[in-house]
């Protein structure tokens, strides 16, 4: 028995067939069969049922795998490892951003990174739609939010900060905002592209106490999008009150074009994290990447 062997059972699990294992190994199928069947007689246990229609794994084949998976892994963790000092630091980096910070900073910050490292090309896609970086061969994805997938790292950039406001116009016709409940009374355009609460804003608040007090209120409004530059310009206009990151509406705040309300309540709050799958061994093209990426966030601190 040996590693080589292992690793074509694996293969051969997580494909569910020989053919499919025999093709990425580039084997014939009755070669890796044969591979298998040595590595049972070795063991002294079936491994694999197999039959006509399809194959599945016994008990004694499920206990291998997870530690052959394991085995597998170290594996790749190891030649990582030490690929930075054979390879330099070259090749590609595929990553997805969200839309708010890809046109706000990310396309500058990384055509600078390109430039600082000429051997590294970058395929940055701009998206709000969590993907899966696994299946979609992406090395890197910035997001906002919690990490749901264990199996993915995390690596936190900056805090973001969330806003209420509104034009100035749209006050001055309708009349102020001081309190969460008098938001049902106005105009309240909702932010669709988030897990919860695109209808129920969330705030806290200090008590006389000094405790922290969480409150919320169910607005509702004439328009929602799953935009927030389309909210920006229908806030501009003058049609209702936005709940939005303030990275995006930064600028306007401080050209008075749009004021920031509630301020006394304390608005969300979301992390923003460089995330790639699990890896004991970063690959030092991305470390560095992250690294200027998080440079990048906060030499913009103040729009968050």
Request: hydrophobic residues 40%.
């Amino acid at each position: 028995m040996n590693s080589a062997d292992l690793t074509l059972f694996v293969a051969v699990a997580d494909s569910g067939s020989f053919n499919k294992a025999a093709l990425g190994a580039g084997l014939s199928t009755p070669a890796l069969s044969k591979r298998i069947s040595r590595l049972e007689q070795d063991l002294g246990v079936q491994l694999i049922h197999r039959t006509t229609r399809r194959l599945s794994l016994t008990e004694a084949g499920e206990n291998l795998y997870v530690h052959a998976k394991n085995i597998e892994g170290q594996v790749s963790d190891a030649i990582a490892s030490v690929s930075a000092f054979s390879q330099g630091v070259t090749g590609t980096i595929k990553m997805s951003v969200p839309t708010i910070s890809g046109e706000l900073l990310l396309a500058e910050a990384v055509a600078d990174f390109c430039q600082q490292y000429p051997n590294i090309t970058v395929d940055m896609r701009l998206e709000n739609d969590f993907v899966d970086l696994v299946g979609e061969g992406l090395d890197l994805a910035i997001r906002t939010g919690k990490l749901e997938d264990s199996s993915l790292i995390a690596k936190p950039l900056i805090q973001s900060n969330w806003v209420v406001c509104c034009s100035p116009a749209y006050l001055e016709k309708h009349g102020d905002v001081s309190t969460l409940d008098g938001l049902k009374h106005h105009n309240c355009l909702a932010y669709t592209y988030q897990a919860q609460g695109s209808f129920d804003w969330r705030f806290t608040k200090q008590s006389k106490s000094d405790k922290t007090i969480e409150e919320s209120v169910r607005i509702g409004g004439s328009f929602a999008t799953n935009n927030a530059q389309a909210l920006r310009k229908a806030a501009l206009a003058g049609f209702g009150i936005v709940y939005v990151p303030r990275c995006c509406v930064y600028e306007d705040l401080q050209k008075g074009t749009l004021k920031a309300i509630l301020t006394d309540y304390q608005p969300r709050q979301l992390g923003v994290y460089a995330i790639y799958p699990y890896t004991k061994y970063l690959p030092e093209k991305l470390r560095l990447l992250i690294e200027h990426i998080k440079q990048a966030y906060q030499h913009k601190k103040a729009y968050f």
